[in-house]
């Protein structure tokens, strides 16, 4: 993982950020998994990505489900408990600040581990404000949902202890008694038409979309900033590598979004170009 004291966000690409963002009056945000790196999630691809020791449709789609449900079950079970016990990072804090003062801006997110939730609550606990405007749309699902493969009906996951050691012994649906699955999107599936529909109207009306944390190679969420683009927006990311879209966007800022995040929008280190930042 990154290191997280004294990372260098170079000044000029750091003001042109922020002047691009000031002078926006609307922005969206698309995040992925690297925004929540630093809170001990692990990221999907890459050296120490989830899928460095499983093909994706081994494990997220619904063939593999349908082939073993126990396998793919024992995967989300680890993943459950592992990134239940993370917390959010000053990342996620200070765009949820950010956001809660500015409701012309919108969030999107990839991300399934429930880490924006808790950071848009904490904040605006804190501010003693309603958290809505913080809230993320949440293309892929939450990682902490069930839903029965058969009948749809969704429950809680969060408070069930799965035990994958068998298919008999798997939770099932209390409506109809088919298997349970993880809420979350797979390869091959539809996004919820609603939730992908809103991002990309905000994206299409945003004049800026700030990028965080993904390699934007998964779609139609890797769209979403094409749509603000396309519509004579800019983009700015940040992510300590190159992506899919560095080519396109008008500002990158390289390093670790709990450092750069919140030298860009605030609620870290003032005005310095030393990110300091750390998970809180
Ligand atoms: C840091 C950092 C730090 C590190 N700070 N950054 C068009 C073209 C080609 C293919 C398709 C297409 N349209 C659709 C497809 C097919 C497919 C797809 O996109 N395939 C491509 C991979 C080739 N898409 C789908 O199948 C989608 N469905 C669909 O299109 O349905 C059509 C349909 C219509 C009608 C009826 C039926 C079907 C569904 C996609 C679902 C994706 N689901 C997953 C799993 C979710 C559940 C789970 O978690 O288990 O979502 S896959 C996985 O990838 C997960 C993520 O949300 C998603 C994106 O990954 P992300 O967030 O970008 O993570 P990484 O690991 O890739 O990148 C991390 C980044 O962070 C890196 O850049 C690092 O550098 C950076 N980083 N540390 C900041 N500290
Ligand atoms: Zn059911």
Known sequence: ??????????????????????????????????????????????????????????????????????????????????????????????????????????????????????????????????????????????????RCADCGRRTSGRDRAIDASSVAALPRCEACGSLLRPDVVWFGEALDPDVIGAAFTAAESADVCLVVGTSAVVHPAASVPLATLQSGGHLVEVNPEPTALTRHCRVQLPGPAAAVLPVLLGGGPEQGSKAGASAT
Do not use: K
């Open 1 to 146: 993982m990154t290191g997280r004291d004294g990372v260098e966000v170079p000044s000029e690409a750091l003001a042109d950020a922020r002047a691009i963002l000031a002078d926006a009056a609307r922005v969206v945000v698309l995040t992925g998994a690297g925004i929540s790196a630093e809170s001990g999630v692990p990221t999907f691809r890459g050296e120490a990505g989830l899928w460095r020791d499983h093909r994706p449709e081994e494990l997220a789609t619904p063939d593999a489900f349908a082939r073993d449900p126990a396998l793919v079950w024992a995967w989300y079970a680890w993943r459950r408990e592992l990134v239940g016990a993370c917390r959010p990072n000053a990342g996620h804090r200070s765009l949820a600040g950010w956001l809660l003062d500015h409701p012309e801006r919108r969030l999107v997110s990839q991300n399934v581990d429930g880490l924006h939730e808790r950071a848009a609550g904490d904040v605006a606990l804190e501010r003693g404000v309603e958290p809505d405007g913080a809230l993320p749309l949440d293309l892929h699902g939450s990682l902490f949902g069930d």
